[in-house]
């Protein structure tokens, strides 16, 4: 990230592929707050932010970079779900942005399926054609169990069809899933569901985060008091292994990675074209890791 003269409301978080790309800030926090795994907006109340706030920062960002001989080639706007704005902030913010920044290559959000389905596809039409056009899509899991045990607010028919509808709209999407998310009970049904949903909606990237079951999370609660067993270092790369190995993409290949800090090995390629290779690898890994063994704990990371 630029070190540039905008004063962010801590914490800022982005996903991995946007770390060289201009952060602005429409929303705070997020519009949903309740999944008991993550605290990543638990000490911020959901706001959108005032329009001419966000202008003036743009404008002084321009004139910052501009200063330095700086072209930004990616914009990402924050924070938790900020396609859960209103179109009244988003147009005038999208057409500042390719006012100021002409030479920006594309520009990325964070995306609920709730904030999708509420769009309507001409809307979603019209935010892309400004550029607007890579939306993250937290899925977590294709099981409608274990989405209703993390209280996603969202069902799998409703990240298939938001997948799809922001698809047909002109956006790339990339969508997460969590290993581990389901505990051991569910752990089966993690997998089938969630080959499922991305093989029928085929999103451009994938990409797996580890469960950690963070301090002061109801996730955390659950685990200690015993109602979540997590799974060890081996079964999370079983599961990753069989969700390549059962991923059959509908529409267009799918550029997987599994590269972030929660993942203990990165890796990644081009499905279905690489999938053979990635479950070797998995396969050998999974040999040579102790059982009973568990990924480390984030006290410990
Ligand atoms: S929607 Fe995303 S940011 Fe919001 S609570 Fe759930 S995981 Fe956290």
Same mark, same amino acid.
């Given at each position: ?251 267009? !290949? +799918? *550029? ?7 993942? $203990?090995? &990165?890796? #990644?390629?081009?499905? %279905?074209?690489?999938?053979? !290779? +990635? *479950? ?7 040999? $040579?890791? &102790?059982? #009973?063994?568990?990924? %480390? ?5």
């Amino acid at each position: 990230m630029f070190n540039i003269p905008i004063s962010y409301d801590q914490p800022v978080f982005r996903p991995p592929s946007e770390g060289r790309s201009f952060l602005i800030q429409v929303t705070l926090g997020c519009s949903n707050n309740l999944c008991t795994y993550c605290d990543m907006y638990r000490s911020k109340k959901y706001q959108v932010r005032e329009l001419k706030t966000i202008l003036s920062e743009i404008d002084q960002s321009s004139e910052y970079f501009q200063g330095m001989g700086i072209n930004p080639k990616k914009i990402f706007l924050c924070d938790g779900d900020a396609l859960g704005a209103p179109m009244n902030i988003l147009i005038p913010v999208l057409e500042k942005i390719n006012e100021k920044f002409p030479k920006i290559d594309r520009i990325g959000i964070y995306a609920t399926a709730q904030n999708i389905l509420e769009k309507t596809d001409e809307e979603l039409s019209l935010l892309s054609s400004l550029k607007l056009n890579m939306a993250y899509l937290g899925m977590e899991s294709g099981s409608d169990k274990v989405l209703h045990m993390i209280v996603k607010g969202n069902t799998q028919a409703d990240m298939i069809n938001a997948s799809l509808k922001v698809k047909r709209n002109g956006f790339k999407l990339s969508t997460i899933a969590m290993l581990g998310l389901g505990g051991k009970k569910h752990s089966a049904d993690h997998i089938q569901e969630t080959i499922k949903v991305i093989s029928e909606t085929s999103p451009e990237y994938f990409s797996f985060l580890t469960t950690m079951a963070l301090p002061n999370t109801p996730y955390k609660r659950m685990v200690d008091r015993k109602m979540i067993e997590m799974l060890t270092t081996k079964e999370l790369f079983f599961e990753m292994r069989e969700i390549i190995k059962g991923i059959n993409p509908k529409l267009n !290949e +799918i *550029v997987f990675r599994a590269n972030h800090i929660s993942n $203990q090995y &990165p890796i #990644g390629g081009v499905l %279905p074209q690489d999938s053979g !290779e +990635i *479950v070797q690898a998995l396969t050998s890994w999974m040999e $040579q890791i &102790p059982e #009973g063994e568990y990924p %480390p704990m984030p006290e410990s990371m």
